[in-house]
Nanobody, 123 residues
Framework: QVQLVESGGGLVQAGGSLSLSCAAS????????MAWFRQAPGKEREFVAAIAWSGGGTLYADSVKGRFTISRDNAKNTVYLQMNSLKPEDTAVYYCAANPSSVSRRSVAYDYWGQGTQVTVSS
């Protein structure tokens, strides 16, 4: 079992930056492929970014490519999402997720989820 806890959300103006963290407990994070998803009100959960267990491979949604960066520190059992040049359409609850098998854009591939952290971008 892996427990995930996100932090770092908040309110920011358009063009600003936020850094999200996802702290894992229960098992070593190095065993898992990690991802960030987000869900805006009235919309389905969507993929944001994913990272391989080694940190060597990453995937990004086209909507965030070039603005967001996913990274991990296995020694600290933590995954990060640096978000720059934020837009109002980035407003959502952001979730981190873990799976032991592969990097994936599909939410069904992920076995463990955090409770989410709210990101609100004002125009």
């Amino acid at each position: 079992q892996v427990q995930l806890v996100e932090s770092g959300g908040g309110l920011v103006q358009a063009g600003g930056s936020l850094s999200l963290s996802c702290a894992a407990s229960g098992r070593a994070l190095s065993r898992y492929y990690m991802a960030w998803f987000r869900q805006a009100p009235g919309k389905e959960r969507e993929f944001v970014a994913a990272i391989a267990w080694s940190g060597g491979g990453t995937l990004y949604a086209d909507s965030v490519k070039g603005r967001f960066t996913i990274s991990r520190d296995n020694a600290k059992n933590t995954v990060y999402l640096q978000m720059n040049s934020l837009k109002p359409e980035d407003t959502a609850v952001y979730y981190c997720a873990a799976n032991p098998s592969s990097v994936s854009r599909r939410s069904v591939a992920y076995d463990y989820w955090g409770q989410g952290t709210q990101v609100t971008v004002s125009s």
